[in-house]
């Protein structure tokens, strides 16, 4: 088992080697790319920061606490987006009938899944993400202790969690349909989007479906709140651990469709 | 023209045929239009003196832009056309008996308007028929109406015309990559795409309203929310105008130009 496992990670590793590599070889077009990403969030960054001149707090959040946390829902985001790329772009390869490949290799598809593909050109909102997050870090007043690191800790786990659980469910529908799976962008750049304010803010209803159905309240908000000194309770600590649990039915369900693929054939 | 109408129908069809992908578009801009109305609630909530403009004024802008997205959206670009820049296709292009600058535009426009129009009346329909401050309340008048039109139309003249200018640019460099994204975001946050401008402080939206960018989605979506007043919608309309006018100009320099001294990529 042991053995298993360092396997794969040795052949993810390899896999990511490779990608890096690649796109290496064209280094200007990557770095445009970085660019272009960066300039994509910072977009946002500025609707926020003018919002935040005008009106100077939302709901009891001041400009600092928000960009605290969008800083960690665009860490967690594009991470996720980095190497769970192979899942969003997964309908392509049932398209191309390339899955059949995947399946007659003695290696977990999966694996091989996610290592089709490693997007590093995320790193432009990384950056982005990182220079908000130590910003809210130093600027929003939050009392730093073990147990609140801790938390974040928790918060980046839990949302890369969720977000590669959301790119699973894409990759598993892709068996069933190939058409209109553009809707999931609602539920993974939609979140990372919106969520660069409190979930909190958008109300109840949003915040309850966010709390069971697709557990981003759970990463973001109730942490937040603990990490704010708004909660004292520790289930707003570990509210992000839960959210480990949505890759359960994401893993159920890729399961079934692995079970359910007829290849496109060629 | 006939030909160039020709062209505009066979896209505008062309356009038409992709119904899925315009099913999953209409859920995407409503979750996206309901979330962006969320914030400005709260926000408005918060603050309601500093809100610039009636809260149902916003959340007009905001369904009819989820509405029209596809006319002002200037990352839509048609990837085709880069590529046939440089993949050497072009040259087929060239060998025919009309403008090149004319042909793109009018393709441009048919794809942007039939996106358009396979999107935006159900999001319009479902928006009028919402509960109360979420609602999409009609026009301050049938004149705003009609200036609304005008302007749409003229907006998303505007945002072909600045698109042109980026294909141009692709003859002179082969990766567009950079100067597309430049534009991009640039045009994203100028034209009131990110937050409508009225929300920036007033002598940055003083400049920025002067700027082309200001004059695609932020006129038609002002004017028919109502928030701007008779002589702002005379100026604006007189900017639309002459940025057009200016952009198509500056295009078809760029288009001679570079047809001129263009070097077909690839055998």
Not at chain 1, 70 to 86: D, K, N, P, Q, T
Not at chain 1, 250 to 256: K, N, S, Y
Not at chain 2, 213 to 220: C, D, H, K, L
């Amino acid at each position: 088992m042991a053995d298993r496992i360092k396997k794969s990670v040795g052949l993810y590793i390899h896999y990511v080697s490779i990608h890096v590599r690649s796109v290496m070889e064209y280094k200007t077009s990557f770095w445009l790319t970085v660019m272009g990403q960066f300039f994509m969030s910072f977009n946002v960054f500025l609707g926020i920061f003018f919002l935040f001149q005008r009106f100077h707090q939302v709901e009891g959040f001041t400009y600092q606490e928000v960009l605290l946390c969008y800083g960690i829902v665009l860490m967690e985001f594009s991470l996720a987006e980095m190497y769970a790329r192979g899942f969003g772009e997964f309908p392509g390869m049932v398209r191309r009938g390339e899955f059949d490949r995947v399946l007659v290799r003695p290696r977990s598809a999966v694996l091989q899944v996610l290592g089709s593909k490693f997007e590093l050109s995320r790193i432009g909102r990384m950056f982005q993400a990182v220079v908000m997050f130590f910003y809210g870090v130093f600027k929003s007043g939050v009392e730093w202790n073990f147990l609140k690191i801790l938390t974040v800790l928790f918060m980046l786990l839990g949302g890369m969690a969720v977000f590669t659980g959301l790119f699973w469910i894409l990759a598993s529908l892709s068996f069933f349909t190939l058409e209109g799976l553009e809707f999931m962008n609602v539920f993974t750049h939609g979140a990372s989007e919106y969520g660069k304010y409190p979930i909190g803010i958008y109300g109840n209803k949003i915040l309850l479906f966010t709390t069971f159905v697709i557990p981003y309240a759970l990463v973001q908000y109730y942490p937040l709140l603990y990490l704010l000194g708004r909660r004292t309770h520790w289930i707003y600590m570990a509210a992000p651990l839960l959210a480990l649990l949505f890759l359960v039915p994401c893993g159920v369900l890729w399961r079934f469709g692995v079970k359910h693929y007829t290849s496109s054939g060629s | 023209m006939k030909k160039y109408l020709s062209f505009f129908r066979l896209r505008f069809i062309m356009g038409l045929q992709y119904r899925a992908a315009a099913l999953a578009g209409i859920i995407t801009q409503f979750a996206w239009g309901f979330l962006e109305i969320m914030v400005f609630r709260a926000f408005y909530q918060t603050n309601p003196y500093d809100f610039p403009m009636d809260f149902s004024a916003a959340v007009s802008y905001i369904w009819m832009q989820q509405a029209f997205l596809a006319f002002f959206a200037t990352w839509q670009m048609e990837t085709e056309i880069f590529d046939s820049i440089r993949d050497g296709n072009i040259a087929y292009e060239l060998c025919r008996p009309i403008g090149i600058y004319h042909m793109w535009f009018s393709r441009n426009m048919a794809q942007r308007m039939s996106r358009g129009a396979l999107r935006c009346f159900p999001i319009l329909i479902v928006a009028v028929f919402l509960p109360r401050p979420f609602r999409l309340e009609p026009p301050a008048s049938f004149g705003h109406f009609v200036l609304f039109l005008v302007t749409l139309f003229l907006g998303l003249a505007v945002t072909v015309a600045s698109c042109m200018l980026v294909y141009a640019v692709t003859f002179f460099i082969i990766s567009p990559l950079g100067v597309r994204m430049v534009f991009t975001s640039a045009a994203d946050f100028l034209s009131g795409a990110v937050i409508p401008l009225p929300f920036l402080p007033a002598k940055i939206q003083y400049v920025i309203e002067l700027l082309p960018f200001a004059s695609m989605q932020n006129v038609p979506l002002r004017v028919y929310s109502g928030s701007m007043s008779m002589g702002e919608m005379e100026k604006a309309v007189f900017l639309q105008i002459f940025w057009l006018i200016f952009l198509v100009f500056l295009g078809q320099i760029l288009f001679k130009i570079a047809e001129r001294r263009v070097a077909v990529q690839g055998g």
